[in-house]
């Protein structure tokens, strides 16, 4: 009975979150609804990695996966689960897998699912080592046809007899393309393909992909989801929509329980606790109490990165500026569609006179750094850093001029971001 009267209690705790509409306050009262200890409103770090049992039947269970518990800390902990849990009620997913970089989710998850002789689409705008990875992933007998995801038609024209799924993002970094994310979701519903769709870009608070008829939706936690750059992480997030029982590269022994989950299961057991990228409680405590103030966050950057590239535009030192918020940006009216705001990072391309890194240093409240989704405004020149190993042709192709600089904008004040730009330009 108290067994029971246990999970009733929990299951009645999880409602009363799910009740409440507003995506900020789910997330804020997230942890104390779901048993947090000492009445704590949030969930404590657990720093052990060993989970003991008093009956040895028990941690066999366990292992086999007829009882929920905790196993071994590479795999599972409760600080961690803490913030799946928040990021499934963000993606409104079935389950998240956790890792301790976005890189290493989409590495290990790419490990789980893909094997030698598959075919995968990608977009040709990829972060550089999204795109490094991929072409390591070619040299391992996967192939990959990058194409233009802007237009449908691209994604459709490369699919094979041996594509197993598509992988786009939201918004391409640096130069801003905008996937054709809806029409690409009913093509891969369409096709049976694996739908993956990168939304570090958007968050889902601007965007949830499940909308498009993403199946699995990855985030670099780092980013804007933590919000503070104190803290490596990334997930992927199952949604539920995919039919797992028509996909081929699953093994056997995860097909068990709710279709949905066996997808899930495998980058788990298959990614996660072969691959060992493990994200850690620290750092998912971090996240999680960063990922509270994400909608607030959001809409300061948002507007300040609106206000900016509007200023920009119409500049005199400024040759081109790349933010789908602006009327003349290829995807603008999509992105008005799609997203609720259009994203805090744009780049510019700077007058062939000015040297981009001279207006870099001039730049006193944006810092020159590798990173975005920090409180504070980042700036960086593309291609002699995060696209330098790429080589000129590569960059050629993707359209990085030598004078590119993103910026990924932060909460400070609007007035201070438009003086500190106007006093870089104006030299």
């Given at each position: 009975?108290?067994?029971?009267d ?17 995506f ?16 704590s409103?949030?969930?404590p770090?657990?720093?052990a990695?060993t989970y ?7 941690l066999?269970?366990v292992?086999?996966g007829k009882?929920s ?7 599972v902990?409760?600080?961690v689960d803490a913030?799946?849990?928040k990021?499934?009620m963000m993606e409104?997913?079935?389950?998240t897998?956790?890792?301790s970089?976005g ?6 998850t790419f490990?789980?699912l893909?094997r030698?002789?598959d ?6 705008f ?8 991929f ?9 990959i046809?990058?194409v ?15 594509t197993?799924?598509?992988?786009v ?5 640096p130069?801003?393309?905008?996937a ?7 093509l891969?519903?369409?096709q049976?393909?694996?739908y993956?769709v ?14 498009a008829k ?12 933590g ?13 539920g929509?995919?039919?797992?029982s028509?996909?081929?590269n699953?093994?056997?022994?995860y097909?068990k329980g709710?279709?949905?989950s ?17 994200l ?6 971090h996240?999680?109490?960063g ?21 920009l535009?119409s500049?005199?030192?400024?040759k081109?500026v790349y933010y ?5 940006h290829?995807?603008h ?6 997203f ?13 006179e000015i ?7 001039r ?13 504070r ?10 696209y330098h190993?790429?080589?000129p042709e ?5 359209g990085?001029?030598d ?9 400070e004040?609007?007035?201070d971001?438009l003086?500190?730009f ?6």
């Amino acid at each position: 009975i108290g067994i029971r009267d246990s999970v009733n209690s929990k299951f009645e705790a999880i409602k009363k979150v799910m009740t409440q509409s507003g995506f900020t306050s789910k997330l804020l009262h997230a942890d104390r609804r779901s048993g947090v200890q000492h009445g704590s409103i949030h969930k404590p770090i657990h720093t052990a990695v060993t989970y003991a049992y008093d009956d040895s039947r028990e941690l066999a269970a366990v292992f086999q996966g007829k009882q929920s518990g905790y196993t071994y800390g590479r795999q599972v902990n409760p600080t961690v689960d803490a913030l799946q849990n928040k990021i499934t009620m963000m993606e409104d997913g079935v389950a998240t897998a956790a890792f301790s970089t976005g890189m290493a989710a989409i590495c290990t998850t790419f490990f789980a699912l893909l094997r030698a002789g598959d075919h995968v689409i990608s977009s040709f705008f990829l972060f550089g080592n999204t795109n490094s990875v991929f072409k390591t992933f070619e040299s391992h007998g996967i192939e990959i046809t990058f194409v233009d995801a802007t237009n449908v038609a691209n994604v459709a024209a490369a699919i094979k007899e041996n594509t197993k799924l598509v992988f786009v993002e939201t918004i391409a970094n640096p130069r801003t393309q905008v996937a054709d994310l809806i029409n690409i979701g009913d093509l891969c519903e369409a096709q049976n393909l694996l739908y993956c769709v990168d939304n570090t870009m958007t968050t889902p608070y601007l965007f949830q992909a499940k909308r498009a008829k993403a199946s699995l939706v990855f985030n670099s936690l780092t980013k804007y989801i933590g919000g503070h750059a104190n803290a490596l992480g990334g997930a992927v997030t199952e949604t539920g929509l995919y039919d797992w029982s028509k996909f081929e590269n699953l093994y056997s022994n995860y097909k068990k329980g709710d279709v949905s989950s066996w997808g899930i299961t495998q980058i788990k057991k298959k990614g996660l606790r072969d691959f060992g990228a493990t994200l850690g409680p620290e750092a998912a405590h971090h996240i999680s109490i960063g990922s509270d103030t994400l909608a607030l966050r959001m809409e300061r950057a948002c507007e300040n990165a609106r206000t900016l590239t509007e200023y920009l535009s119409s500049h005199d030192s400024v040759k081109k500026v790349y933010y789908p918020g602006l009327s003349g940006h290829p995807q603008h009216q999509l992105s008005t569609e799609l997203f609720k705001h259009c994203g805090a990072l744009f780049s510019i391309e700077l007058n062939d006179e000015i040297d981009c890194f001279d207006f870099l240093n001039r730049l006193n409240l944006v810092i020159s750094a590798s990173n975005l989704g920090d409180t504070r405004s980042l700036g960086i020149p593309v291609a002699h850093t995060i696209y330098h190993e790429m080589g000129p042709e590569r960059r050629a192709t993707m359209g990085i001029d030598d004078s590119l600089v993103r910026f990924a904008i932060g909460i400070e004040e609007t007035e201070d971001l438009l003086a500190d730009f106007e006093a870089a330009l104006s030299l």
